[in-house]
């Protein structure tokens, strides 16, 4: 299948690691120009940049700077000229219990963590969608999570902050269905597999696999084939809606 992305170009954020580097790889398969995002590991999203081969760069984000989404669009521009296709995949994690486990009630940092999840996704989606208008095409993709709709004592804000890109997404369709092919939807992983939380799979991998339908855990490139499809030209009527890709769970 021809999913439509040469010559198109993609913002990953988050794109150093985890997930965000196997979506990022999985878009520069199809032959787009990938902007491989980071907060801190420069030199790691370098490699990810090489790897996936010329056409990808490495660029600084910070979501939690005001001014980061409006920069990141302007180097982009510079370098490709367009913006086709976002992919909100960053995440701070922040404090997800209290201390020694304790309730909610008692978490510090919770605005911050909220603030920085559901703004920095919102803001760097306002700052695609004028071009997206522009040239009457254009993808988003929300990364969020099982947790916002199953819930789990002692992610009360990373479900929160999650949950809210399903409501946005949603009304955004209409919007920007209204000036083009501009479609927006959200991927809500499971449990999955990547390079960088084989501690989280080693102490809750059994508990979510035997959930699932499919008797495992998804890899991180299982995921991304989804995000791809969704942020391709090959998707031509699926906006709005929020895609579990959980391995039936």
């Known amino acids: 299948m021809d999913l439509g992305l040469q010559e198109r ?20 398969a199809e032959g787009a120009s ?12 370098e490699k990810v940049a090489a790897e996936i081969g010329e056409a990808a760069f490495a660029v600084p984000y910070d979501q939690d700077d005001p001014d980061a989404a409006a920069a990141l669009v302007a180097d982009v521009l510079e370098r490709t000229g367009r913006v086709d296709v976002l992919v909100n995949n960053a995440v701070a994690w922040g404090s997800l219990t209290g201390p020694a486990g304790e ?16 703004e ?6 306002r700052a695609v969608t004028p071009g997206m208008r522009a040239q009457g095409w254009g993808r988003m993709v929300h990364i969020s999570s099982s947790l916002a709709v199953d819930g789990a004592a002692g992610t009360e804000y990373y479900a929160a902050a999650k949950a809210a890109l399903h409501g946005f997404s949603r009304s955004a369709a209409f919007s920007l269905g209204h000036d083009g092919d501009l479609l927006t939807n959200v991927v809500m992983p499971g449990l999955t597999r990547t390079a960088t939380n084989t501690h989280v799979v080693n102490s809750f991998g059994a508990e979510y696999a035997a959930r699932a339908p499919i008797g495992r855990l998804l ?26 890709v959980t391995g039936g769970s």
């Open 103 to 118: 309730s909610f009630e008692a978490v510090d940092g919770w605005d911050t963590l909220l603030r920085g999840n559901v």
């Open 120 to 125: 920095g996704a919102l803001r760097l989606s």
């Open 9 to 28: 170009t993609v913002i990953v954020t988050g794109a150093s690691g985890g997930l965000g580097r196997a979506i990022a790889a999985a878009f520069g």
């Open 34 to 45: 990938v902007a491989v995002t980071y907060r801190s590991a420069r030199e790691t999203a």
């Open 219 to 244: 890899e991180a490139s299982e995921v991304a084939s989804a995000v791809v499809y969704l942020g391709s030209a090959a998707n031509t009527g699926i906006t709005g809606q929020v895609i579990g």
